[in-house]
């Protein structure tokens, strides 16, 4: 989601703690889709997330950029988003932490609080969330990330 480059040192951060603590590797899958469905269950995924207006959204947009709206939907949310280990509002929390940190996607921050609120996670929540991301992110993707909440609190 956030791209290799980013996950990368998590990913080996993980595996070492994983090997300390005696854990195999690796991990079973949890995937639930293959390349032939996967299309479909992101656009189930989106679906049940932000609501009916992401039917079609694979192929919307302007012809030229169209196939990075397909990649969303088969590879972002139907590779992951459809994986089991963890639920909606479980994969929405996480998500906004990471787009909070992230900064300079305030668009899709706001999308996806309201996601967030949409699926069952409230505004007191994802304030909570803010507040124990704050030490980790700083003020000023903090304060933005409330702005999101804001913003999306009163769609």
């Known amino acids: 989601y956030l791209g ?4 990368f040192p998590f990913l080996k951060a993980t595996n070492e703690i994983f090997t300390a603590r005696g854990i195999a590797l690796p991990l079973q899958g949890q995937a639930t889709t293959t390349t032939e469905n996967r299309l479909e269950g992101g656009e ?3 679906i049940d997330i932000f609501g009916e207006g992401m039917r079609g959204f694979a192929n919307s947009g302007a012809e030229e950029t169209r196939h990075i709206n397909k ?7 139907g590779d992951y988003y459809t994986r089991t ?11 906004f932490c990471f787009l909070s940190a992230q900064g300079g996607c305030e668009p899709q921050l706001t999308s996806h609080a309201k996601a967030n609120l949409r699926i069952g996670n409230d ?3 994802l304030i909570d969330v803010v507040s124990q991301c704050l030490p980790y992110i700083g003020y000023p993707r903090s304060l933005n ?11």
């Open 123 to 125: 505004k007191a929540f």
């Open 44 to 46: 189930r995924a989106q």
């Open 145 to 155: 990330a409330l702005r999101c909440v804001e913003e999306a609190t009163k769609a």
């Open 85 to 95: 280990g963890l639920d909606l509002r479980q994969r929405e929390m996480i998500t």
């Open 71 to 77: 990649w969303l939907v088969d590879n972002c949310f």
């Open 4 to 7: 290799i480059g980013r996950v």
